[in-house]
């Protein structure tokens, strides 16, 4: 399986491996299938979202 990065889209990252959405969504991130997942990095979600994107890429990696 491909490396997940924060430098990835939602859309990269759930067609990498869809097992993230949970995580995604227990982070806080809802809009999974909106239009701003597929153009939107990991971090700059993250960021709209007051996620700290160090956390969510631990608990992405541990899965």
Do not use: Y
């Not at 993230?20 to 993250?46: D, I, K, N, Y």
């Amino acid at each position: 399986m491909a490396d997940i990065t924060k430098e990835m889209t939602i859309g990269e990252i759930l067609r990498t491996n869809p097992d993230v959405a949970p995580v995604l969504m227990e982070a806080g991130m809802h809009c999974l299938g909106c239009p701003s997942a597929q153009g939107e990095s990991l971090e700059e979600a993250a960021m709209v979202h007051g996620i700290d994107i160090d956390a969510l890429m631990k608990a992405i990696e541990a899965l």
